[in-house]
Nanobody, 121 residues
Framework: QVQLVESGGGLVQPGGSLRLSCAASGTILGINSMAWYRQAPGEQRELVALITNGGSTHYAASVEGRCTISRDNAKNTVYLHMNSLKPEDTAVYYC???????????????WGQGTQVTVSS
């Protein structure tokens, strides 16, 4: 079975920084794109950042300039480093990955269970 496990969430003061990690585990033949989404209470889930297998990145306008997504293919891990955090960044952050698992002929979408990020003084 493939699973994505997020870590690094928590409470941070406005203006602070935080790094989220998401590690994919299981018998994995390959991982294509990886991304971070977030969902605040009463809001729709939105894409925060995405990184392709080739390293191309995309950021939501709300975080562009304050956020960096990166990946370590050797560890099957994607990171989200956020700087200058604002209260409006408070949300549950979800990891997403297109994974080619053992026993499947195709890539499939997988989600982590989410990690809470709270930006407050």
């Amino acid at each position: 079975q493939v699973q994505l496990v997020e870590s690094g969430g928590g409470l941070v003061q406005p203006g602070g920084s935080l790094r989220l990690s998401c590690a994919a585990s299981g018998t994995i033949l390959g991982i294509n794109s990886m991304a971070w989404y977030r969902q605040a209470p009463g809001e729709q889930r939105e894409l925060v950042a995405l990184i392709t297998n080739g390293g191309s990145t995309h950021y939501a306008a709300s975080v562009e300039g304050r956020c960096t997504i990166s990946r370590d293919n050797a560890k099957n891990t994607v990171y989200l480093h956020m700087n200058s955090l604002k209260p409006e960044d408070t949300a549950v952050y979800y990891c997403h990955a297109a994974v080619h698992p053992y026993g499947s002929k195709n890539y499939a979408a997988y989600w982590g269970q989410g990690t809470q990020v709270t930006v407050s003084s």
